[in-house]
């Protein structure tokens, strides 16, 4: 870790950062309670960011030797009560890790920012229009914002929780609607697929219209009440599910073909190509909205 970190008051990964001087951990500038031993845990390990802290050493700094308590028992609740605040797990961690019988590491990247308590108007406008981010002082809120708002992986701004999550649902209604119409109108199906398709080719369409949109429906709804009961490891479980979902979505990408006669052969092609894009960007909602626990 560059010596310019360890000197730095305040420290940022992704949406979070730790202010050394007021002792605070926020998240997309809202303070996250973290109680102090914690707190301290999390700064020596932001200062040693990608190297190992053993255990020894964080009983060193944090827990002198005429401190009675049970260190083990102190330091493995210190360290899960920062996984909960960062919405970390010890299984998968993003963040914390742990090396059995020797220490911990931090995973993510981590900027130091030195806080200056004033900053020149002239210094701070050179440095806006340079696209710089400034250092933090008193009248820099707007730009320590900006950046706080920025997605720690996808670089993007991140809008509220609420809009993303509506888009997704509302992506999953689209969906149920298709199967549903699908369903309700296997004869037009038949009859639409036949007309291009003799014969048992037709068959085949009408067969995967049935399957794929009775398997869809239940699909939909889990992931409408998932999003609707705002499960926060829907992640990690839209992640194991997407090589399912992708397939279903590219397959049913074709429905506006089964609307030719009405729409026409150029736009049943740009509806199409538009489906081809949806289950790539249900995946970048999920992130949006949970990625960060």
Excluded: C
Excluded at 92 to 109: D, Q
Excluded at 193 to 204: E, I, K
Excluded at 207 to 228: D, E, H, K, M, Q
């Amino acid at each position: 870790m560059p010596s310019s970190n360890r000197e730095a008051r305040l420290l940022r990964f992704g949406v979070f950062e730790v202010d050394l001087t007021a002792g605070e951990l926020r998240k997309n500038g809202a303070r996250i309670r973290l109680q102090e031993q914690p707190f301290q845990v999390l700064t020596a390990l932001l200062q040693n960011a990608g190297q190992v802290v053993t255990r020894d050493e964080l009983r060193e700094k944090i827990w002198p030797a005429d401190t009675f308590v049970d260190f083990d028992h102190s330091l493995n609740t210190a360290v899960n009560k920062i996984r909960e605040s960062l919405g970390d797990s010890a299984s998968s961690p993003r963040f914390v890790e742990t090396l059995a019988r020797r220490g911990y590491r931090f995973l993510a990247p981590v900027d130091g920012v030195a806080t200056a308590t004033t900053v020149s108007a002239p210094a701070q406008d050179k440095g806006t229009r340079a696209g710089a981010l400034a250092p933090r002082g008193l009248n820099d809120a707007a730009t320590s914002s900006a950046y706080e708002a920025l997605h720690a992986e996808l670089h993007v701004p991140i809008p509220r929780r609420g809009l993303v999550r509506a888009l997704f649902a509302l992506i999953q209604v689209m969906y149920l609607i298709f199967y549903v119409s699908g369903l309700a109108h296997l004869r037009g199906v038949d009859s639409v697929a036949s007309s291009f398709l003799p014969g048992w080719r037709a068959l085949v369409i009408v067969g995967a219209v049935l399957v794929t949109g009775a398997v869809g429906i239940p699909l939909r709804f889990y992931l409408l009440s998932a999003v609707a009961f705002d499960f926060r490891k829907l992640d990690g479980t839209f992640g194991r599910l997407f090589p399912f979902v992708l397939a279903l979505d590219q397959l049913w990408a074709i429905a506006p073909f089964l609307l030719l006669p009405q729409i026409g052969v150029g736009l049943a092609f740009a509806a199409t190509a538009a489906l081809l894009y949806v289950p790539f960007s249900e995946r970048t909602l999920v992130r949006l909205a949970y990625r960060e626990g």
